[in-house]
């Protein structure tokens, strides 16, 4: 039994399969191109490091750390925040209602560095989310943040290099 099928068939199939493929490859080859430009285009803190050395930023910075029961990474954040080498430079632990041993394992790895200061927060009030709270607190109830010009947020997760900040600073700046 012989089966004809129709030229319109035919054709059909070839455009589809002929043409479904080259869209496709034209489609990543735009992507593709969109995001290198992309890629050059947007700053890194590379580029910071090398604004900074060439014009150093100034102005007082204070970082605000919100920390819940972070007692397997503080130790990292604190040592990290240590060795920042921006000469302006404050930090500020907020303790949300931490059950741990995050406090004692900050205020171990802290030392005697007065550049660190820790608001360690009893409650959350209704209404609040503990994250944001911890940010509100660690920022009204603080010294060193009354007097910075800049203010920074990070995680408690957040590992920083030794002049990123003076790099963010430059970027902004630029």
């Known amino acids: 039994v012989s089966v004809m099928i129709p030229h319109w068939l035919w054709v059909t199939l070839a455009w589809t399969l002929g043409v479904g493929p080259v869209a496709t490859l034209l489609l990543w080859g735009v992507i593709w191109i969109r995001l290198e430009q992309t890629m050059r285009n947007v700053p890194t803190l590379r580029l910071g490091e090398k604004l900074a050395a060439a014009h150093p930023p100034t102005g007082r910075v204070c970082v605000v750390v919100p920390a819940y029961n972070e007692s397997r990474v503080i130790a990292g954040l604190v040592r990290s925040l240590r060795n920042e080498t921006y000469p302006q430079l404050r930090f500020v632990l907020a303790l949300d209602r931490c059950t741990d041993d995050t406090a004692a394992l900050a205020r171990a790895e802290i030392a005697n560095d007065d550049r660190f200061e820790i608001v360690e927060i009893d409650t959350c009030p209704d209404g609040w989310v503990g994250k944001v709270h911890a940010l509100h607190a660690?920022?009204?109830r603080s010294?060193?943040?009354?007097?910075?010009?800049?203010?920074?947020?990070?995680d408690a997760d957040t590992l920083f290099a030794p002049g990123c900040i003076a790099a963010a600073l430059a970027l902004m700046r630029d």
Do not use: S
């Open 138 to 140: 660690g920022v009204t």
């Open 143 to 154: 010294r060193a943040t009354a007097d910075a010009e800049f203010l920074l947020f990070a």
